[in-house]
Nanobody
């Protein structure tokens, strides 16, 4: 049974930092694309960052230079280091897994999703 469990969300002031974690189980983690998505109230879900099995990364423009996605394959963990947070980063953040090798892209048919962790940034 595939499980993705996010943690690390919380409330911070603008300019602060948070580190999100996603614990994955139930599939061959190393052979997958992994990504972080977010959804704010009244807005569509958007891709934030993705990382493929080779460690190549993809970021949406609004977080480039502030967020860093990484993965620990032996431990089956995905991370998102978020620095210089802005109020517009406030959203529910979701971990997603794509069970394929090769390039990751946000518009793919992601196989599994976590339940989400809330990030709130105050000005």
């Amino acid at each position: 049974q595939v499980q993705l469990v996010e943690s690390g969300g919380g409330s911070v002031q603008a300019g602060g930092s948070l580190r999100l974690s996603c614990a994955a189980s139930g599939y061959t983690y190393a052979h997958s694309c992994m990504a972080w998505f977010r959804q704010a109230p009244g807005k569509e879900r958007e891709g934030v960052a993705a990382i493929d099995s080779d460690g190549d990364t993809l970021y949406t423009d609004s977080v480039k230079g502030r967020f860093t996605i990484s993965r620990d394959n032996p431990k089956n963990f995905l991370y998102l280091q978020m620095n210089n947070l802005k109020p517009e980063d406030s959203a529910m953040y979701y971990c997603a897994a794509g069970l394929w090798l090769g390039v990751c892209w946000f518009g793919a048919d992601w196989s599994y999703w976590g339940q989400g962790t809330q990030v709130t940034v105050s000005s």
